[in-house]
């Protein structure tokens, strides 16, 4: 069962920009997305970016001035705002989100989108 809806993957060249979004899908209920994260070939999945307890947002080193997270509270929708990609940001990227049952959270990712800078 998708319970997370992520769009905007592709293919784009290096320099180019991207947004990506996520939300919760029809059945999504009590889910809210928290983040991005993403996996490169033969490499580990990653932290990209993520909203913190205190209200701030964090991002890797390697995105941080290229990269912008931000949320639409109306929409229960996060997007990533990608600028200046280059050939090393090509990876699987994937959405964080907590997932509230009564007393316990749920961390649950979504499906996963491509995005492959190419020239």
């Given amino acids: 069962q998708v319970q997370l809806v ?3 993957g592709g293919l784009v060249q290096p320099g180019g920009s991207l947004r990506l979004s996520c939300a919760p899908s029809g ?4 889910i809210y997305p928290v983040g991005w994260y993403r996996q490169a070939p033969g490499n580990k999945r990653e932290l990209v970016s993520t909203f913190t307890s205190s209200g701030t947002t964090n ?4 995105v941080k001035g290229r990269f912008t997270m931000s949320r639409d509270n109306a929409r229960n929708t996060v997007s990533l705002q990608m600028n200046n990609l280059n050939v090393e940001d090509t990876a699987v990227y994937y959405c964080n989100a907590n997932k509230y049952l009564g007393a316990t959270t ?3 990712w979504g499906p996963g989108t491509q995005v492959t800078v190419s020239s």
């Fill in 6 to 8: 992520e769009s905007g």
């Fill in 27 to 30: 059945s999504g209920f009590n």
């Fill in 59 to 62: 991002y890797a080193d390697s």
């Fill in 106 to 108: 749920e961390n649950i």
